[in-house]
């Protein structure tokens, strides 16, 4: 229940921060992905690379789609200071999410639910990848009610990487 409670939390902090680069950024690529069969789709994504502490699991990127109110985020954590040319299995704990009119899919803390990330092209600044799993919207708390959905065909194409 706890944890539920805080992955609702992060998962809002999350969704909100929409920290998008000045309107005069060369944001062009795309990313869309199926919920459950349903197509979504956003004409303006990109990653962001976030460094830390050297030696620490502190260098994330955050692939990241956003068009009104409708978002995509998967974070990449890497042990080393690139993202490279290969599959990343992404668990509880890295939290991926969906908002698709105000619902949020993210991946709860069972081996159930993840997303699969291969990242095919990375090259000059630009990312492009594959991406599914397995996800779930949390219906309520309070009585524990989720609703698990079904994340396939997903894929970023030539997304611009801004370093921070």
Do not use: W
């Amino acid at each position: 229940m706890k944890r539920i409670f805080f992955l609702l939390i992060c998962i809002t902090v999350v969704s909100c921060n929409k920290n998008k680069p000045d309107s005069n950024s060369n944001v062009n690529g795309s990313i869309e992905y199926k919920i459950n069969g349903t197509l979504f789709s956003f004409s303006n994504g990109l990653v962001k690379k976030v460094t830390g502490t050297p030696g620490a699991i502190s260098t994330f990127y955050l692939i990241q789609g956003f068009q009104g109110n409708n978002s995509a985020n998967i974070f990449i954590y890497t042990h080393s200071d690139t993202l490279k040319q290969q599959s990343y299995h992404l668990e509880y704990g890295s939290l991926p999410s969906f908002t698709q009119d105000s619902k949020v899919y993210t991946v709860l803390d069972t081996p159930d639910y993840f997303i699969d990330v291969l990242i095919t092209s990375y090259k000059n600044g630009f990312v492009s990848g594959t991406f599914n799993g397995k996800v779930t919207h949390i219906i309520s708390v309070n009585p524990s009610k989720v609703e698990d959905a079904a994340i396939t065909d997903g894929k970023f194409n030539n997304l611009k990487v801004f370093y921070y």
